[in-house]
Each structure stands twice: as structure tokens, then as C-alpha cells.
């Protein structure tokens, strides 16, 4: 799997972007027909919040076409955001892999003709 990251920050790090590799890993777990993974930081100031982290990520499967699973958060530091939103892709990919178990399963029942 191919990951590449995008930050628009100043305090881009080498650990950070170690951190960030390591967790877009785990979702092979989760959907081993992983092409590739975009991840973007942005780190911003928010006029009430303060200084806000928005993490996006975007994966696209070899399964699926040029339809990408995105989810994006925002967070008071990046380590917050990406493990929000890391949970939300968890959860899609997930229910992606239920659905197509399902439509398998349906495609083999009605090749057998129940």
C-alpha cells in the first residue's frame, strides 16, 4: 500500500510522520485490498477553539474503482484527530466488507437456485 502525506504545518516531524504511517497500516486489517492512502493535516486557528487539527484520509481500494473512502475530523492536536477519524474508516470499511459478503452470499444462493 502506497501512503503519501500532505501538512501544511511548520512542526512537521519525522515521528509524526512515522506515527501517521503506522496507523493508516492497520487498516489492512480491516481491507487487505488497499491501493493507496492520502492523508491530509492541516493545523489551523480557530477564532473561539484555538489551534484545531484537521486530519482527512482518503483510501482507495482495488475492489471498488476510482471511488475513494474518505473521512475527515478535526481535533484539538493531530494524535486526537487521526484516531477519530482512523474509528470512522474502521467503520466503513467494515460495513463495505459485510455488504459485499452479502452480495457474494446472494449471488451463490441464486446460483443454486433458492
Do not use: W
Not at 477519530?84 to 451463490?108: G, P
Amino acid at each position: 500500500m502506497r501512503i503519501s502525506i500532505k501538512d501544511t504545518s511548520k512542526e512537521h516531524d519525522k515521528e509524526l510522520d512515522a506515527l501517521i504511517r503506522r496507523k493508516v497500516r492497520t487498516l489492512t486489517h480491516y481491507a487487505p485490498i488497499l491501493k493507496d492512502a492520502v492523508v491530509d493535516v492541516q493545523h489551523d486557528r480557530h477564532h473561539r477553539k484555538g489551534n484545531v487539527a484537521y486530519v482527512e484520509i482518503s483510501l482507495h481500494l482495488f475492489c471498488h474503482g476510482n471511488l475513494p473512502i474518505r473521512a475527515t475530523e478535526t481535533g484539538s492536536d493531530v494524535h486526537a484527530a487521526l484516531d477519530l477519524v482512523l474509528e470512522k474508516l474502521k467503520r466503513q470499511l467494515t460495513s463495505h466488507r459485510d455488504q459485499d459478503i452479502h452480495k457474494e452470499r446472494a449471488l451463490i444462493r441464486a446460483a443454486r437456485g433458492k
